[in-house]
């Protein structure tokens, strides 16, 4: 295909370089574009002067432009097919712009693979040409243009923006922006201190807006903020940081709600103070009880009784925590987020109010949003709960040992406070709705359940409290729990010091003024839905972490999904959390690691004929000297026969659980089978070695479960 050619005015300095083409190595921070991700342009466009020039020669794209290695001769090409497409648009002949706009099209493509490496089409290079064009056919095409397009250099959108203004004002390159009385320009000239320059702010109607300008008062908003964070739990504080790095203004506003009997903590969110760092520590001290009990065996003389002093672990938790919370905030400063103790809820569109514990408001405004807000317990809604009860947001912090205990719930942290409380020397019962773990693999919840009970832990299964009343004042004092069956009339009493409920958890979203800037939740549940992106049905407002519906409630998985959509904000990443596979561990006395689908799931999703369930039980080589719990660890691994003997789901109890399932969790996600497992050579001897060599399968008659001594 050829233009038609013209005589040039000359080669002036102005009118030489008048398109000039990066290499995309020179984007030290652009990611590689993941497989089914929005294409990404790997050249930058930037006019640094303009004239009607033309360049001599035929207009056709030499071939050797495939070539992968960048020349300079190619940039001079490119450059030549822009210069007149340009002139044939400046010029309105529109007989030959269509053939221009088709060479100024091939040599685009061609140079994304001179550049990158990396094909694209034909479609996403006309786009980028369209961006170029100062005609009403550009600015429309650029209108229709969806999130297929990002460029990764702040001075080349600023020129394209300008060109949406007209060709006029380009007749010289002006010094500075004083020369030039073009609105678009200068209102996006304004708009780039607050970083108006990836393809996302026409997603949000940025470029639009700078289209339409007419005149100072149409000048971009300017806000408080680049990102105000609402929550300051591990999730909101991994985004704030990430964020802060690549130069963006961060706030976050974090509050925490006393609980009914006052319980309040420092930032951090629930991981680090009422959840996974206070828990763990406290699992600890009740395996430390029974290491005591097993050291006999191993030679060391141990006082026949051994005592716990509560108030002792109680003060070195809460010294720890205190450490994490000061750490936590000396972080952000050396960041430069802005940190405020302070209730942040929605009052319009970009806006929000804050209000700290002595009622002062303050108003912010930012250009997005994130919410990262987290979950607390739930209350029976029963005469005397929150009166009487405690919760976990309560426990890790009692300043008294809680003596007899009723554990209501089922759930992960109804079993691991009812372990670590029975491990210490306290007698614990646990009220049961219906069954353990729901989620959870259930033929593993049960096993879970058995041991408990072997070990001293009481169940009362299917009742639910109806009623709770004080017996007696104090610390702790005397309660009257009366309850009624779930299938029956029956009803029955039991007293107890205290009354631990721990029957689930509510999204904290339901008070922060999601209603007025219109942000949909799930009404039963006040759960968000979000994007592929953690993005809300509002395009400035984001949410990460246990508030989002159908995804996977653990502190990693925020601290993740924070992370990553920070640098797809700021960074130009096109990376997005992957919630599949997601490991996690129950600290229960005999700990329980999963990876994957449980068996019901697997089921459920793959059709029971087409899986395959290889399990062993194993005997830890640390428990056979004190003689105890012969035949309670458990390892399991569920296939999908009609994918190679794929491994969608791993299941292990027993000591250290999370260590040995944290490596399958990597395995699982590389996709392996059954055969690549079996012709791994394990360690000797530790308890992942189950998972190496003494599978057999549930359908093989001949193979029963044997209990391997490891």
């Known amino acids: 295909m050829s233009v038609e050619k013209a005589s040039r005015k000359g080669d002036d300095e102005k009118g030489e370089e008048q398109l000039v083409v990066i290499p995309s190595s020179e984007y030290a921070a652009k990611p590689a574009a993941a497989e089914g991700a929005p ?231 629930t991981c680090v103070n009422v959840g996974c760092i206070p828990k763990k520590l406290m699992h600890q001290a009740a395996l430390l009880g029974q290491a005591l009990q097993d050291s006999r065996n191993y030679g060391w003389k141990v006082e026949e009784t051994v005592k716990h002093d509560w108030d002792r672990m109680i003060e070195a938790v809460q010294n720890h925590i205190g450490s994490l919370n000061w750490g936590y905030r000396v972080a952000l400063r050396e960041k430069k987020v802005v940190y405020e103790n302070a209730y942040g809820q929605f009052i319009g569109p970009h806006r929000i109010k804050a209000t700290n514990n002595k009622g002062k408001e303050k108003i912010y405004s930012a250009e997005r949003f994130l919410i990262a807000t987290g979950e607390r317990p739930r209350y029976l809604g029963i005469p005397g709960d929150k009166e009487y009860c405690i919760s976990s947001d309560d426990l890790f912090s009692l300043p008294y040992c809680p003596g007899k205990t009723l554990v209501v719930g089922a759930s992960y942290v109804a079993l691991e406070c009812a372990g670590f409380l029975a491990g210490i020397g306290l007698d614990v019962t646990v009220m049961v709705r219906s069954i353990l773990l729901r989620g959870f693999d259930q033929d593993m919840a049960s096993k879970i359940g058995e041991h408990m009970e072997e070990h001293g832990i009481k169940f009362i299964r299917q009742f639910v409290p109806i009623k709770i009343e004080q017996i007696e004042a104090g610390t702790p004092g005397r309660l009257r729990v009366v309850a009624q069956s779930t299938n029956s009339e029956e009803i029955i009493e039991g007293e107890y010091n205290t009354v631990l409920l721990a029957i689930g958890r509510d999204a904290c979203t339901r008070k922060i003024g999601l209603e007025t800037v219109g942000v949909k939740i799930n009404e039963k549940t006040g759960k968000i839905p979000v994007t592929d992106e953690e993005q809300t049905n509002v395009p400035y407002i984001y949410a990460i972490g246990d508030i989002l519906e159908d995804k996977v409630e653990l502190t990693p998985v925020a601290i993740q999904a924070g992370r990553l959509l920070a640098q797809r904000l700021y960074a130009g990443s096109t990376v997005k959390c992957d919630y599949e596979n997601v490991p996690t561990t129950v600290f229960t006395p005999l700990e329980y690691g999963a990876c994957g689908l449980s068996e019901e799931k697997a089921v459920e999703k793959f059709g029971e004929e087409n899986i395959e369930v290889y399990h062993s039980y194993f005997w830890p080589l640390e428990w056979t000297i004190p003689s105890r719990d012969n035949n309670k660890c458990y390892a399991k691994i569920i296939c999908n026969t009609k994918d190679n003997e794929r491994v969608v789901g791993f299941h292990v109890l027993g000591p250290n659980a999370g260590e040995v399932t944290q490596g399958f969790a990597a395995a699982l996600k590389c996709g392996l089978t059954k055969k690549q497992l079996d012709s791994t050579i394990g360690i000797h001897p530790v308890c992942a070695e189950v998972g190496h060599l003494y599978f057999y399968s549930l359908k093989n008659a001949y193979h029963p479960a044997y209990t391997w001594q490891i």
């Open 39 to 269: 294409m990404k342009m790997d050249v930058a466009v930037r006019v640094t002067g303009c004239s009607d020039d033309l360049s001599s020669g035929d207009a056709d794209i030499d071939p050797k432009l495939l070539e992968l290695t960048a020349d300079e001769e190619k940039c001079r090409s490119i450059r030549r097919q822009y210069r007149q497409l340009m002139y044939c648009v400046r010029q309105n002949r529109e007989d030959i712009v269509n053939s221009a706009n088709n060479s100024l099209t091939e040599a685009l493509e061609e140079a994304n693979v001179l550049f990158d490496g990396v094909s694209r089409t034909r479609e996403a290079a006309l786009d980028a040409q369209f961006l170029v064009m100062a005609s009403d056919l550009g600015k429309e095409k650029a209108k229709q243009l969806n999130s297929d397009l990002n460029f990764f250099n702040q001075l080349a959108f600023c020129d394209f923006l300008f060109l949406f203004g007209g060709l006029n004002w380009m007749e010289g390159e002006p010094d500075d922006l004083s020369d030039c009385d073009d609105n678009i320009a200068l209102s996006f000239w304004k708009a780039m201190e607050k970083e108006a320059t990836s393809w996302m702010a026409y997603q949000e109607g940025r470029l639009q807006k700078l289209l339409k300008m007419n005149g100072p008062e149409d000048l971009p908003e300017s806000y408080d903020y680049d990102l105000i964070i609402i929550g300051g739990g591990s999730g909101g504080l991994a985004a704030a940081k990430e964020a802060a790095q690549y130069g963006k203004k961060v706030m976050v506003l974090d509050f925490v709600t006393p609980t009914p009997l006052g319980t309040r903590w420092g930032l951090g969110g």
